[in-house]
């Protein structure tokens, strides 16, 4: 008994020194849930409209990077104030990678003939790969971060 009990006590200690890597792995779980299904469920909900897949992916990354800041800034890293500054590095970030995307989505639909669906599922676990990285180091980082 008192061996799961120390086990239990370490376990504690441990989530509460990395709690905001934890906060940013379960919030990223909703984002990527998030960014994973806006893209399709725009893609065939726009097919009577006849938008370009290029419209649909530019209209998704608003709305993706938008929910994403605002549940980085608010339950990963609980900033306060800053809006500006950490929304212009959030934004910059995700910019970076929209433009690559808007490269690389054309080419690996029209030159590699990948399903566009599938093509941008491959690209945006890119992002997700080396967001933590640069949220944690550049556009959260200089704030007041509360654990």
Known sequence: MMRLQRFIEMGYDLANRHQIKIRF?????????????????????????????????????????????????????????????????????HLTYFLLNFAALPALVELLGMNPVWAQTLFALMVIVTSYFWHSRITFSSSRVAK
């Not at 649909?56 to 938008?66: A, D, R, Y």
């Not at 900033?79 to 970030?93: H, I």
Request: proline share 3%; hydrophobic share 50%.
């Open 25 to 93: 792995l379960l919030t990223g779980l909703l984002n990527t849930t998030i960014g994973l299904i806006v893209y399709p469920v725009l893609y065939f909900l726009a097919a009577p409209l006849k938008l370009h897949y290029l419209t649909i992916l530019v209209i998704s990354q608003v709305l993706c990077i938008t929910f994403a800041f605002l549940t980085n800034k608010f339950l990963v890293f609980r900033t306060s104030g800053n809006y500006l500054r950490e929304s212009g590095k959030f934004v910059t970030f």
